[in-house]
């Protein structure tokens, strides 16, 4: 993953309304939830949803898939694990330094 792509996932995670969707996602797994659903849980209006929504979207954090009248958001759980393993993939190699 580039410092760039990181960057700008961790700009759009870094609401909390957008964090809780995340979370909400993550915890639902692969069968995602509903727009509805998400609606419900956070308790905020639809306009303010779509807007986060959205964010997370042109991120590529997450998916949209219509399934019959619902519209199910799904969590891009490979770019997920990219990010963190981004994070954390140069963890401790400089512990022996002395600052």
Do not use: W
């Amino acid at each position: 993953m580039k410092l760039e792509t990181a960057a700008l996932i961790l700009s759009k995670i870094g609401n909390p309304t957008r964090l809780n969707i995340v979370r909400l996602l993550v915890r639902a797994g692969e069968p995602g939830l509903s727009v509805g659903a998400i609606q419900k849980k956070l308790n905020i209006p639809g306009s303010t949803l779509t807007h986060h929504i959205a964010h997370l979207k042109n991120a590529g954090l997450i998916r949209q898939e219509r399934q019959q009248a619902s519209l199910i958001c799904k969590m891009e759980f490979e770019l997920l694990n990219h990010l963190v393993a981004y994070l954390t993939e140069e963890c401790c190699i400089d512990e022996d330094v002395v600052a």
